[in-house]
């Protein structure tokens, strides 16, 4: 896939921030997290109000409608400062206008993009240093477009980057309700004066990422293998293929010295909707990470998954029952942190030994309805950057389905799409265009 760059520019909010919100705070959570930029595109099909030959009326509505966009969410047209506060500068966020060449939208995601193909639909370029976000806006032969955000995880999870887009795309499509984001995390998640050092979290570069389906109906056999008793509640789609997935990394030989490999697993809880005052637009890191580690070995066993389902409900319930959710304890985000990096700087130096895997569910997040006035997207992708070892689930457009954009070793991806068991209930994405 051939990009080619026509602008880059400079769009600022419409208005100016307010002095009294010129500083904006990070809770102890978003402290906690690495300026990492997280990245996904999301297609549109022909046809949008613009060709590759003039697109400027759709340019100037995305242009202007992020203006005002970023009156609302102030702090992505800022600076941060340092370890507790964005500088909301008014400075504003990159917005590069580019052409695919030779390609039309079909082509491009049949097969879906690889690494480096997706990364020509970011600003990873022009957003550098502290700057929180960065659009590119593709335009495909066809007609069809591709919006990029590349924004930094210290401002926003995978919710509030859905708040986002859908707070842009709002104003864009003029005489729909325009949602108010809120940025009062700090408020509930105080942040801390001195930093403890825990660590750092290692970059790499290796890694190779690949995406699997899986349909509704085989998320329907993985409930029901995921159950202990028949008449007991369904375990959601996360837990279920997380189970499954979990089963096969696990089993995947053993380490270097031939003893049994662990497999620890990070499993997100979303903490909108358990904490009073926590509101579903609030931007921030709302998001509890609590690593669960067992130990298993080939073949792959399949009859573990009900226990591991067990095993990440009774996470969820530590995280609703402790002090993180009741009494929004500062030191309980600590202990979450420290336990992470923990597993995690243990399973960077073991040698293989140990597998630490990242999941990060956007399941149920509604970037399927983002519609800037010209329809509902025709695919949503996903693009990391940064790090080994990482699961991001995203819907499939039916709603029902899970994407799971896998990151590996290229080692490990070898062995991981081979595995019988993993083909019996999950695809290799071939066409981002197949409905499901």
């Known amino acids: 896939m051939d990009v080619g760059i026509v602008s880059v520019e400079v769009i600022k909010p419409s208005q100016p921030t307010p002095p009294n919100l010129k500083t904006h705070q990070f809770s102890i959570i978003d402290q906690?997290?690495?300026?990492?930029?997280?990245?996904?595109?999301?297609?549109?099909?022909?046809?949008?109000p613009a060709n590759i030959n003039d697109p400027s009326q759709t340019l100037t509505l995305l242009k202007s409608s992020l203006s005002e966009a970023l009156t609302l969410f102030y702090p992505l047209a800022g600076r941060i400062k340092d370890d507790h506060h964005i500088d909301c500068s008014d400075e504003g966020v990159k917005f590069v206008h580019a052409r695919v060449l030779h390609r039309t939208l079909s082509q491009a995601l049949c097969p879906p993009p690889n690494e480096d193909q997706m990364r020509q639909l970011f600003p990873t370029e022009h957003t550098v240093g502290q700057e929180l976000l960065g659009i590119q806006v593709s335009f495909f032969e066809c007609g069809g477009i591709a919006i990029g955000v590349y924004s930094s995880h210290k401002i926003a999870d995978a919710r509030g980057r859905c708040t986002f887009l859908h707070g842009w795309a709002s104003i864009a499509k003029r005489g729909s309700s325009v949602l108010q984001p809120r940025f009062d995390l700090a408020s509930l998640f105080p942040p801390i004066g001195a930093m403890p050092s825990l660590g750092e979290f290692t970059e790499v570069s290796t890694a190779v990422t690949?995406?699997?389906?899986?349909?509704?109906?085989?998320?329907?056999?993985?409930?029901?293998?995921?159950?202990?008793?028949?008449?007991e509640k369904d375990p959601s789609r996360m837990m279920a293929v997380?189970?499954?997935?979990?089963?096969?990394?696990?089993?995947?030989?053993?380490?270097?010295?031939?003893?049994?490999?662990?497999?620890?697993?990070?499993?997100?809880v979303n903490l909108r909707g358990r904490i009073p005052g926590l509101h579903e637009h609030t931007m921030g890191n709302a998001v509890a990470a609590t690593p669960l580690t067992v130990p298993m070995a080939p073949p792959v066993d399949l009859a573990a998954m009900p226990e591991l389902v067990k095993e990440m409900r009774?996470?969820?319930?530590?995280?609703?029952?402790?002090?993180?959710?009741?009494?929004?304890?500062?030191?309980?985000?600590?202990?979450?942190?420290?336990?992470?990096?923990?597993?995690?700087?243990k399973a960077s130096s073991s040698e293989g030994e140990l597998g630490l895997y990242d999941v990060s569910s956007l399941l149920n997040f509604p970037f399927y309805e983002v519609d800037f006035g010209w329809g509902k997207p025709a695919w949503v992708g996903s693009l990391n950057e940064s790090f080994n070892n990482v699961v991001?689930?995203?819907?499939?457009?039916?709603?029902?389905?899970?994407?799971a954009w896998v990151t590996i070793s290229k080692e490990d991806m070898a062995q991981f799409e081979s595995m019988p068991e993993l083909l019996e209930y999950a695809t290799p994405l071939y066409n981002a265009l197949e409905s499901s």
């Open 32 to 48: 906690y997290i690495p300026h990492t930029y997280v990245a996904f595109p999301i297609f549109y099909s022909p046809p949008v």
């Open 210 to 231: 690949k995406v699997f389906r899986f349909e509704a109906l085989r998320i329907a056999k993985l409930k029901a293998k995921a159950k202990v008793h028949a008449d």
């Open 242 to 268: 997380t189970a499954f997935l979990w089963s096969i990394f696990a089993a995947m030989g053993r380490g270097h010295k031939g003893n049994p490999r662990k497999c620890i697993m990070s499993v997100p």
């Open 314 to 345: 009774e996470l969820v319930k530590r995280v609703d029952e402790g002090g993180l959710v009741k009494r929004r304890d500062g030191g309980e985000v600590l202990k979450m942190m420290e336990a992470y990096l923990e597993c995690y700087n």
């Open 392 to 403: 991001r689930y995203l819907d499939t457009k039916s709603g029902d389905g899970v994407d």
